[in-house]
């Protein structure tokens, strides 16, 4: 019964903004092993997340925003296609969004924030860019026109921890836990919308586990 190992996660910059979910592992190394009493508990979490979509009853709080895209609940997941935006009802203006994507190979797409709520009609907004091409001008996790992303190694169709906090001037964007973007400088301080991109007619992108925290 001797403890072995206490970590606070959220203390630890290194773990603080991994994965929060997935699979346990056993592992011999070659050597035979043998395994019993295994237990697990779920804890409550410390922090109240603010749920944007977990299942079809929450598309209710999205709106098209902008031209004609193809935006359709299945389960818990959104799935964008075609061209246009998707934006929530409620505005934010600092917070930490966490959600997990994935897209077919070479999509195009983005999460717009402090958004007028008229996509890239709108008289201001910012653009997290979701595009996996290594080559782009901006890959995935930049923020669009402005600073371009240290690329994440992500593969087409399987889904990504992204994680976006926004606090006055300040933008920090993360792929599965490792920081790809940081910027300080953001001008347009408003409260606005979340939008949800699809910017390509041959391609699809999808979004799950959407929430978010107010700061």
Same mark, same amino acid.
């Given at each position: 019964? /001797?403890?072995?190992?206490?970590?606070?996660?959220?203390?630890?910059?290194?773990? *603080?903004?991994?994965?929060?979910?997935?699979?346990?592992?056993? +592992?011999?190394?070659?050597?035979?092993?043998? %395994?019993? #009493?295994?237990?697990?508990?779920?804890?409550?979490?410390?922090?109240?997340?603010?749920?944007?979509?977990?299942?079809?009853?929450?598309?209710?709080?999205?709106?098209?925003?902008?031209? !004609?895209?193809? %935006?359709?609940?299945?389960?818990?997941?959104?799935?964008?296609?075609?061209?246009?935006?998707?934006?929530?009802?409620?505005? %934010?203006?600092?917070?930490?969004?966490?959600?997990?994507?994935?897209?077919?190979?070479?999509? #195009?797409?983005?999460?717009? %924030?402090? +958004?007028?709520? !008229?996509?890239?009609?709108? +008289?201001?907004?910012?653009?997290? &860019?979701?595009? #996996?091409?290594?080559?782009?001008?901006?890959?995935?996790? +930049?923020?669009?026109?402005?600073? *371009?992303?240290?690329?994440?190694? $992500?593969?087409?169709?399987?889904?990504?921890?992204?994680?976006?906090?926004? &606090?006055?001037?300040?933008?920090?964007?993360?792929?599965?836990?490792?920081?790809?973007?940081?910027?300080?400088? =953001?001008? #347009?301080?408003?409260?606005?919308? $979340?939008?949800?991109?699809?910017?390509? /007619?041959?391609?699809? =992108?999808?979004? !799950?586990? $959407? &929430?978010?925290? *107010?700061?």
């Amino acid at each position: 019964d /001797a403890l072995v190992q206490d970590v606070d996660r959220d203390a630890v910059p290194e773990l *603080r903004h991994r994965l929060r979910q997935g699979a346990l592992g056993l +592992s011999a190394l070659g050597y035979p092993h043998r %395994f019993r #009493n295994l237990r697990i508990r779920d804890l409550p979490a410390r922090e109240r997340w603010e749920t944007l979509y977990e299942t079809e009853e929450d598309f209710a709080r999205w709106v098209v925003s902008e031209g !004609k895209p193809r %935006f359709v609940p299945r389960g818990g997941v959104i799935r964008g296609e075609g061209m246009g935006h998707l934006a929530t009802r409620e505005t %934010f203006r600092d917070f930490e969004l966490r959600l997990y994507v994935r897209g077919s190979r070479h999509h #195009n797409g983005g999460i717009l %924030f402090r +958004s007028a709520g !008229k996509g890239l009609a709108g +008289s201001r907004c910012y653009e997290i &860019q979701l595009h #996996n091409v290594e080559e782009a001008h901006y890959p995935t996790g +930049s923020l669009y026109g402005i600073q *371009r992303s240290v690329y994440p190694r $992500i593969e087409d169709e399987q889904w990504y921890l992204l994680q976006l906090t926004v &606090q006055e001037g300040r933008c920090v964007v993360r792929i599965n836990g490792e920081t790809v973007t940081e910027h300080e400088g =953001l001008t #347009n301080r408003e409260a606005g919308a $979340i939008e949800l991109q699809a910017h390509q /007619a041959d391609a699809w =992108l999808e979004y !799950k586990h $959407i &929430q978010i925290r *107010r700061l």
